[in-house]
């Protein structure tokens, strides 16, 4: 589907006439031709799959109620040659009519790929990965088991500065991990090497 245009045009246009999902805002398109191969749009794959979380964006129709459509970019280049802007102009391939048009701004360096490569072949573009939510804030059991394992799998020793002052050797069953714990706890494994003072624990 269509062609790459080179590095001195500033205009693309897809053919064969592509059926057209679009996102203006999330700034991500899906066109699909007659042969039913999927492309993304110009840099839509970096936000595609966060868009097909809420849902398949809905295809483009006219108000002929025509789906295939005449897609054109028209580039606009910054002095260093990376794309500023680029323009999508879509055009009903059964009455003509033109549809609102649509600036998409790129920020970002190198853009070579947007003009070598407009067009981004994708197989299967509904197919959404299972998302998992990680966080950085531990519980108390979360620190504890990180505690034990350093300990037990890798015989490192316990230290406390409760005054951050000095360093007090300790045991894991010797600390309370509750939510306010504030005391820091300094771990090794050198064997026969006392840790630093604790002004500077992360040595």
Request: hydrophobic fraction near 35%; proline fraction near 10%; charged fraction near 25%.
């Amino acid at each position: 589907m269509g062609s790459p245009i080179s590095s001195t045009s500033a205009k693309f246009q897809t053919e064969p006439l592509p059926e057209i999902r679009i996102r203006r805002d999330e700034q991500v398109a899906l066109l699909t031709c007659a042969s039913s191969h999927d492309n993304l749009l110009l840099d839509s794959r970096d936000y595609w799959m966060d868009v097909i979380q809420d849902g398949r964006p809905k295809r483009t129709t006219c108000r002929c109620g025509g789906h295939l459509f005449r897609v054109s970019l028209l580039y606009e280049f910054r002095d260093t040659g990376d794309v500023r802007t680029i323009d999508i102009h879509i055009r009903c391939a059964h009455c003509s009519r033109d549809l609102p048009p649509c600036q998409w701004e790129f920020k970002y360096s190198p853009t070579d790929q947007l003009v070598t490569r407009p067009l981004d072949p994708i197989e299967n573009p509904w197919l959404r990965p299972k998302r998992v939510q990680i966080t950085a804030y531990w519980r108390p059991p979360d620190a504890e088991r990180f505690v034990r394992f350093l300990v037990q799998d890798l015989a490192a020793r316990i230290f406390v500065t409760p005054n951050f002052a000095n360093l007090v050797p300790t045991t894991i069953d010797e600390i309370q991990f509750v939510p306010q714990l504030k005391r820091d706890l300094y771990l090794t494994n050198l064997p026969g090497i006392t840790p630093p003072d604790a002004l500077d624990p992360w040595k």
